[in-house]
């Protein structure tokens, strides 16, 4: 199966878990209630920092290993490998457990609500299974069994909708609501872990001693590891200090945690629209990036990440126009507040260092720079934070988008030099270029529909009209000017020969630039 109809079916799963997990939310909005919900919430933040800990690293990790062995044809190095992956995170996450366990009463301090301690035990249950299921699933990214990968995935999520479903709406019980929901997340967890076992055993996998493969995994695993529980505790201490910054400006309590909840609760998703589609490129380019490196094929590699490189540009490059253009409708007709529209329009040139940052982070990490990803993410935490500290009063719910776009700015930069370090170069300059020229005549024109539309009719149609000439336009002009051909598109994914008929030049450079 080549790379095209990889990527798109990773690109499915991962859109349709989307949904159903969207769905679920609503489901629970409605039987929690905003209260019950804010302490499932907690309760789960709290876990996957846990989580973060005894398993982040280990399954890109693995992966990579795989990916090695397999390079020089290292069948019995794979399965050391995965039993070494296996052996740490069983006994991390065991003494995680053990310890929480032990510690209850003290550690529950930590709770502002007793509830949210009740769900978190409930779920800490399930961390050994979960922890230990995440390195398995890891052994399938390395083997590039990514229809494996996306199904449990999914099933996963299927498991936790129908238990909780179940559990909260036909089954009447004393446990209160919250805690079933706990429940129904511990089973999908138990289910996850019993399907990816059953599967890795039916396939011919194996486990063999893993010595001389626990400090090569650990070497590599901590820095990432390190990285993810920094992130999340990074997330934590701006929760926490950016509504502190707002107050100290001369904002109420009230207004400080409304416009935190503007930023986090309602720009953030729209802005983590691309992450889907970029992420599933990278999770299918991982093991063949590692692959291309262990075997000493530079060209190759380069060429990988061109085309990892222009197709995360072509990403951001087509929704920064409509996020520019259309932010502000989106803001007003999704979630009934005008100032969240204002701040994703005026972030929508933030997709684009944040696009970067998540592929080049996952292509450096495949080929042996962890250390370096996780130096790159504590300079760019560190200018996140400053701004979150000194920028609040100036400008009030901005300064947290400014402080992610220097993080983003200073991350993206420092990985695509180290990139171009390991490739010899970087061939996506003129493309970028070309991309962001013929975007930027697109938001001007958006622009300017938008000013005459919106005063001769409804708000909503002239957003909606707005929104498809813009993409239309996109897709025009990205075929005229040679930065994406449709055709092309189609024929990987379905396997159709072009016709007899020389190819023009335009349409062979298309090819060979994206993914």
Not at 237 to 252: E, K, N, Q
Not at 256 to 267: D, K, L
Request: hydrophobic share 50%; net charge positive; with cysteine.
């Amino acid at each position: 199966m080549n790379l095209y109809k990889t990527t798109a079916i990773v690109t499915v799963f991962t859109l349709l878990e989307h949904a159903l997990g969207f769905v679920y939310r609503i489901l629970l909005s409605r039987t929690l209630g905003p209260e019950g919900l804010g302490v499932y919430q907690v309760s789960l933040s709290v876990f996957a920092v846990f989580l973060t800990i005894s398993s982040s690293g280990l399954p890109i990790t693995l992966s990579r290993v795989i990916s090695k062995h397999r390079a020089h044809g290292y069948r019995r190095g794979e399965q050391a490998a995965t039993a070494g992956a296996v052996l740490i995170t069983a006994v991390c996450s065991v003494s995680l457990t053990a310890a929480l366990f032990l510690l209850r009463g003290p550690f529950s301090q930590v709770f502002s609500d007793p509830r949210c301690a009740d769900v978190f035990y409930i779920v800490l249950c399930g961390l050994s299974f979960t922890s230990v299921y995440a390195v398995i699933r890891g052994s399938f990214w390395g083997h590039k069994r990514f229809l494996a990968y996306s199904l449990i995935e999914l099933v996963e999520e299927i498991v936790m909708i129908v238990v909780g479903v179940v559990l909260l709406v036909f089954l009447h019980s004393e446990i209160a609501d919250v805690n079933r929901a706990g429940i129904a997340v511990l089973v999908s967890y138990l289910a996850s872990f019993t399907i990816a076992v059953c599967y890795f055993f039916i396939k011919g996998g194996r486990l063999r001693s893993p010595r001389g493969e626990i400090k090569p995994l650990l070497r590599s695993s901590v820095p990432i590891t390190t990285m993810r529980t920094a992130s999340s505790l990074v997330s934590s201490l701006v929760s926490v200090l950016f509504p502190m910054r707002l107050m100290a400006a001369g904002m109420s309590s009230a207004k400080a945690m409304s416009a935190y909840g503007v930023v986090g609760g309602m720009v953030m998703p729209i802005l983590m629209i691309p992450n889907t589609l970029i992420g599933s490129i990278a999770l299918v380019l991982v093991p063949e990036l590692s692959e291309r490196f262990y075997k000493g094929e530079r060209e190759k590699l380069a060429d990988l990440v061109k085309k990892a490189l222009n197709t995360t540009l072509l990403i951001a490059g087509a929704l920064i126009p409509v996020f520019l253009v259309c932010g502000e409708g989106v803001g007003i007709l999704l979630f009934g507040n005008a100032e969240s529209g204002r701040l994703i329009a005026g972030s929508a040139f933030l997709l684009l260092p944040m696009s970067l940052t998540l592929v080049s982070t996952s292509i450096l990490n495949s080929v042996g720079c962890e250390r370096q990803t996780l130096l790159f993410f504590l300079c760019g935490a560190a200018g996140m934070l400053l701004c979150v500290w000194f920028l609040p009063a100036r400008l009030g719910s901005g300064a947290l988008l400014a402080g992610m776009a220097c993080e983003s700015l200073i991350t993206s930069v420092c990985s695509l030099c180290l990139l171009a370090k390991k490739t010899g170069k970087l061939r996506s300059g003129k493309y970028f270029l070309r991309l962001f020229g013929v975007c930027a005549v697109i938001s001007l024109a958006g622009l300017a529909l938008k000013g005459a539309l919106v005063p001769v009719m409804d708000y909503t149609w002239a957003i909606v009209l707005d929104a498809a000439v813009v993409c239309g336009a996109e897709a025009l002009c990205f075929h005229l000017f040679g930065l994406f051909d449709f055709k092309a598109l189609l024929r990987k994914f379905f396997g159709r020969h072009p016709s007899p008929r020389p190819a023009s030049r335009d349409a062979k450079r298309i090819s060979e630039n994206i993914l």
